[in-house]
Nanobody, 122 residues
């Protein structure tokens, strides 16, 4: 059973940056497509970014140019660098892992993390 553990959330001001991390528990990490999702209060969970085993990335339009997803297969970790944060980025951010990229992007991964809170004040 794969476990995903997110870290790096917090309270920041508008314009600040944060880097989220998600540690994957298995050595098979490099075989997985990884993704980040977020859920704001009263809203549905939405796709933020994904990265394939080979480094190919996808982003939601709302974060393109501000957020960067990356992975370190040696550390079994995926990152989400978030720059230029805005109050509308406030949400719980979830890490996701799946063996099929398209399912990860569509919000149907094999595994979810527990989430980490990101709060951006104006």
């Amino acid at each position: 059973q794969v476990q995903l553990v997110e870290s790096g959330g917090g309270l920041v001001q508008a314009g600040d940056s944060l880097r989220l991390s998600c540690a994957h528990s298995e050595r098979t990490f490099s075989h997985y497509a990884m993704g980040w999702f977020r859920q704001a209060p009263g809203k549905e969970r939405e796709f933020v970014a994904s990265i394939r085993w080979n480094g190919y990335t996808n982003y939601a339009d709302s974060v393109k140019g501000r957020f960067t997803i990356s992975r370190d297969n040696a550390k079994n970790t995926v990152y989400l660098q978030m720059n230029g944060l805005q109050p509308e980025d406030t949400a719980v951010y979830y890490c996701a892992a799946g063996t099929i990229q398209d399912r990860v992007v569509r919000g149907m991964p094999d595994y979810w993390g527990q989430g980490t809170q990101v709060t951006v004040s104006s």
